[in-house]
Every structure is written in structure tokens, then in C-alpha cells.
């Protein structure tokens, strides 16, 4: 069974740092791509930033240049470092890991980490 737990999250003064863990068991997170979602009160989740198997990193616009997405295959872990952290970056952050293998695609979810950053 593969389970995605996040921790990390917290209070925080804009202009502030978080770093996001994502524990991953059930599966070698060596083949999957990883993923980090938010989503704000009222707002749909949005991708934060992507990791591939390779190392690869995907941001958009909105937290590029902060967000820094990082993976160690032999903790089976995925970190998400935020830097100068803005009001608008509050929500619960989420872990997705996906892959497919032999023509099925898996794509699991963790329980997510609140993360709020006041003024």
C-alpha cells in the first residue's frame, strides 16, 4: 500500500522560510515523478513544483525563484524549500507521486500540511 505523509508545514511570517517533507513508503520513489499541490481556501489545488526521476524541476511563475523542490530516492523522501514566503502562498500543500508502469498509471496523494503565512 503506498502512502504519502507530509510534514513540515506551520505559522509563518511572510518573508519567512518552510521546508516541506514528503515521506513516501509502498513504492520505490525512484520511478515516480513528484509533485507538490496547494490549494487555498475557495481556489482550486494548483501545482507548485514538479520533480522527475531524473532530477528535473518544474515551477510556475508564481513561486519561481522560492520554491525549490528536492528528492533523496534513499529516504524515499521529497522536500519542498520555501523561501520569502508571501501571504498568498496560505493553503494546505499536498504530495502527489505518479507513474506509470506496464500501461497502468498509479497517482497517489498525501493527507496534505497546512501552511499559513501572515502579514
Known amino acids: 500500500q503506498v502512502q504519502l505523509v507530509e510534514s513540515g508545514g506551520g505559522l509563518v511570517q511572510a518573508g519567512g522560510t518552510l521546508r516541506l517533507s514528503c515521506a513516501v513508503s509502498?513504492?520505490?520513489?525512484?520511478?515516480?515523478?513528484m509533485e507538490w499541490y496547494r490549494q487555498a481556501p475557495g481556489k482550486q489545488r494548483e501545482l507548485v513544483a514538479r520533480?522527475?526521476?531524473?532530477?528535473?524541476?518544474d515551477y510556475p511563475d508564481s513561486v519561481k525563484g522560492r520554491f525549490t523542490a528536492s528528492r533523496d530516492n534513499a529516504k524515499s523522501t521529497v522536500y519542498l524549500q520555501m523561501n520569502s514566503l508571501k501571504y498568498e502562498d496560505t493553503g494546505v500543500y499536498y504530495c502527489?507521486?505518479?507513474?506509470?508502469?506496464?500501461?497502468?498509471?498509479?497517482?497517489?496523494w498525501g493527507q496534505g500540511t497546512q501552511v499559513t503565512v501572515f502579514l
Open positions: 509502498g513504492t520505490n520513489i525512484s520511478i515516480t515523478t
Open positions: 520533480i522527475t526521476t531524473g532530477g528535473s524541476t
Open positions: 502527489n507521486a505518479n507513474w506509470r508502469l506496464l500501461s497502468r498509471n498509479y497517482d497517489y
